[in-house]
């Protein structure tokens, strides 16, 4: 990515909404006026309750579905007038979902290869950029397994290289540790890590897991359809004291009756590193 992208904004949303079901009383408004932006570069993270609209926030911004209302903008195409969604998502968008969606009697490899045949790439070319995603993605030497012959976190890598074959504008991950151990989920996170910070990918990753959030750059919150809260990813030591401060204990600390227990300095300090980030 060149220094001068990065301002360049890759998703807007303006009052995105998404009403699923035509009958009144079975209508669900999955997203209810969401606006966002995403810039170039950004590594961003949402969070949100189970059926508040991660999901469908995702499905938006990568075209798989169109809105019922607002607009979304990706790399400046409005998709509500796009004709073709599927041509427009596989130029433009990376897909990483919970389950890896390997085809499970082809290689890793061929995998890869897979969103690469019918764009006119030759098979040699098609081979050489998919061992190429491979090591990128910590897979040397893992070419000609099978995804049953993988680990899970494996087979999720396979999965990223795979979204990274048409070097799409976004990548969009829906819960891509969601089904992982810790151990594997670390890693499949440091990948997302090192294509942000070494290759400049954009990131858009929904998650429950609050150390996998604060791995990226930005949290979104999401609730009933919304985002209600937004929240810059700080240093490791600021991301603790936020921790701590948004505990009963860090709740209570900051309670008058405690505060005056304190001499003015302690005060002071207590104040100024839980109030500040609480
Ligand atoms: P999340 O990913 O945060 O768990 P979703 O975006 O999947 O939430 O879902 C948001 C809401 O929209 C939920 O109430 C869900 O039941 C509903 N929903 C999602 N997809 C559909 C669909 N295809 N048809 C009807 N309702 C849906
Ligand atoms: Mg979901």
Not at 58 to 79: C, E, W, Y
Not at 158 to 174: E, G, K, Y
Not at 221 to 226: A, E, F, L, P
Request: a negative charge; one cysteine or more.
């Amino acid at each position: 990515m060149r220094a001068s992208d990065k301002n360049r904004i890759i998703v807007e949303a303006f009052e995105l909404t998404k009403v699923y079901g035509n009958g009144a009383a079975t209508q669900v408004c999955a997203l209810d006026g969401v606006n966002l932006e995403i810039h170039a570069g950004e590594f961003v993270a949402v969070m949100g309750p189970s059926g508040s609209g991660k999901s469908t926030l995702l499905n938006m911004i990568g075209a798989l579905d169109r809105p019922t209302s607002g607009k979304v903008i990706v790399n400046g195409q409005d998709i509500s007038a796009l004709r073709d969604l599927d041509s427009f998502r596989g130029r433009t968008i990376g897909f990483v979902f919970q389950l890896h969606n390997l085809i499970t009697t082809l290689t890793a490899r061929e995998n890869v290869e897979v969103p690469m045949q019918g764009i006119g790439m030759s098979g040699r070319a098609r081979r050489e950029r998919a061992e190429e995603l491979l090591e990128l993605v910590g897979m040397q030497g893992r070419f000609h397994h099978l995804p049953g012959q993988l680990s899970a976190g494996q087979r999720q890598k396979v999965a990223i290289a795979r979204a990274l074959t048409n070097r799409p504008s976004i990548v969009l991950a829906d819960e891509p540790t969601g089904n992982l151990d810790s151990a594997s989920g670390d890693e499949v996170l440091s990948v997302f890590g090192r294509l942000n910070s070494e290759y400049g990918a954009t990131i858009l990753l929904v998650t429950h897991d609050p150390n996998v959030a604060r791995c990226t750059q930005r949290i979104l919150r999401m609730q009933d359809g919304k985002i209600v809260h937004e929240d810059i990813v700080g240093d490791p030591f600021t991301e603790d004291l936020k921790v701590l401060a948004r505990s009963q204990l860090g709740q209570a600390l900051l309670r008058d009756e405690m505060l005056d227990m304190l001499s003015p300095e302690e005060r002071e300090v207590v104040r100024n590193m839980l109030g500040r980030v609480a």
